[in-house]
């Protein structure tokens, strides 16, 4: 089994400034159809994505705190309380959530994503959180699991807080829950999940065409359908257009050449996220609220994200075939050593001398 561990170039320098010979490990990106996105504070999480990987092909994608070197169970678990205070007395408010370093992971390209989290007082760590507020909605209709790491608590109240976080993911039938007394045995337990819940890791790749718009502000990915109107649009791009205001419904442009079409194109009612054509005047809509089959507006695909940023779409637009990278600039098999802390809670910077915490136990160096 492949066994890859994506990294953001940003991650790299902050994770491994204590660890130089990681970064010689740095590689070209792999594909696959899976992305293993987790956060570990103590490293069971990351043990977790370490023999989950052995077990599947999947991309991964750690998330950072911000701020590093914070100690968030100390004096009884204050930090770790209050970030979670703050989420929970606001929780539709950015401004609630603790930053993260960036993670430009393209969703688009992942049909499974593998949500790796800790439990933190019966909730989802903070740090997690912050990340599928902002990411959330472009997982709408992926494929979604969830692994969950505790110490003896129940973990619904995780489940609770990635359905709020991830509305509109497919879930996978069950959540996987190791506590942190399993993690040593976790192979067997990650086997059983993966049976269970059937998880397709087909690379394959898709034959959708999907395409790109964008205004450098708001990006929407659609996909196409195989009609021949589909087609004729697809092998024009990229192109760039203006885009104009229609109705209140609709975003139109117009391309520099006609799109052909055939006795094989779709009409149909036309929900938000729709793209068509409508032959007529030759424009194409792009549909950011619902509209009934009409003659001659044919189907071209729909949005797979961004439905929501269709509306803000103005002036000059680029549409391209979308990139298939994963927009992850490069990748390291990370240290599976946890961090080091000192006892004030702090990171133990390389060379330290004295007492340090490490994955819970307390080393001399
Ligand atoms: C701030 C904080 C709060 C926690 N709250 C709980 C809890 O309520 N119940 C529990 O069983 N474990 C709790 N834990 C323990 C973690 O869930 C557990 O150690 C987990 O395995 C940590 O995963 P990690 O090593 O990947 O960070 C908490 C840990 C922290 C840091």
């Known amino acids: 089994m492949r066994h890859f561990f994506l990294f953001l170039t940003g991650l790299i320098l902050a994770a491994c400034s204590s660890d130089s010979d990681v970064m010689a490990e740095t590689q070209a990106v792999q594909g696959g159809n899976t992305l293993v996105v987790f956060y570990s504070y103590t490293g069971n999480c990351r043990k977790i994505v370490d023999e989950l990987t052995s077990q599947i092909t999947a991309d991964v994608v750690e998330i950072q705190p911000a701020e590093k070197g914070l100690s968030y169970e100390a004096n009884n678990y204050a930090l770790g309380t209050k970030l979670l205070n703050a989420i929970n007395a606001d929780p539709d408010n950015a401004q609630s959530y603790p930053a993260i370093d960036p993670v430009d992971v393209q969703l688009s390209k992942y049909k499974n994503v593998i949500i790796v989290t800790p439990l933190w007082w019966s909730q989802m760590a903070a740090i997690m959180q912050t990340y599928l507020f902002n990411a959330g909605s472009q997982m709408a209709g992926k494929n979604i699991g969830l692994i969950v790491s505790s110490a003896s608590s129940g973990i619904s109240g995780v489940v609770k807080d990635c359905k709020r976080l991830v509305p509109d993911g497919n879930y996978f039938s069950e959540p996987l829950w190791i506590r942190s007394s399993q993690v040593k045995n976790v192979a067997s337990l990650i086997s059983g999940w993966l049976q269970k819940i059937n998880l397709n890791i087909d690379d394959e790749e898709d034959e959708n065409m999907k395409i790109k718009v964008s205004d450098g502000t708001n990006t929407i990915v659609y996909e196409l359908n195989t009609t021949s109107a589909a087609k004729s649009l697809y092998n024009m791009l990229p192109m760039e257009v203006e885009v104009q205001n229609y109705s209140n419904n609709e975003k139109i442009f117009y391309?520099?050449?006609?799109?052909?079409?055939?006795?094989?194109?779709?009409?149909?009612?036309?929900?938000?996220?729709?793209?068509?054509?409508?032959?007529?005047?030759?424009?194409?809509?792009?549909?950011?609220?619902?509209?009934?089959?009409?003659?001659?507006?044919?189907?071209?695909?729909?949005?797979?994200?961004?439905?929501?940023?269709?509306?803000?779409?103005?002036?000059?637009?680029?549409?391209?075939?979308?990139?298939?990278?994963?927009?992850?600039?490069?990748?390291?098999?990370?240290?599976?050593n946890p961090a080091e802390y000192t006892l004030s809670g702090t990171i133990a910077q390389k060379g330290y001398k004295g007492i340090v915490v490490s994955d819970g136990k307390k080393i001399l160096r």
């Not at 929900?271 to 068509?276: E, M, R, V």
């Open 255 to 336: 391309p520099a050449t006609d799109i052909s079409y055939a006795a094989d194109c779709i009409e149909g009612d036309c929900p938000a996220g729709t793209l068509a054509l409508f032959s007529p005047w030759g424009n194409v809509v792009m549909f950011y609220g619902p509209a009934s089959r009409y003659s001659g507006l044919y189907i071209l695909g729909k949005a797979i994200s961004g439905t929501d940023h269709i509306k803000n779409l103005s002036g000059t637009i680029t549409v391209e075939p979308l990139d298939n990278s994963t927009g992850i600039r490069a990748y390291v098999k990370p240290s599976l």
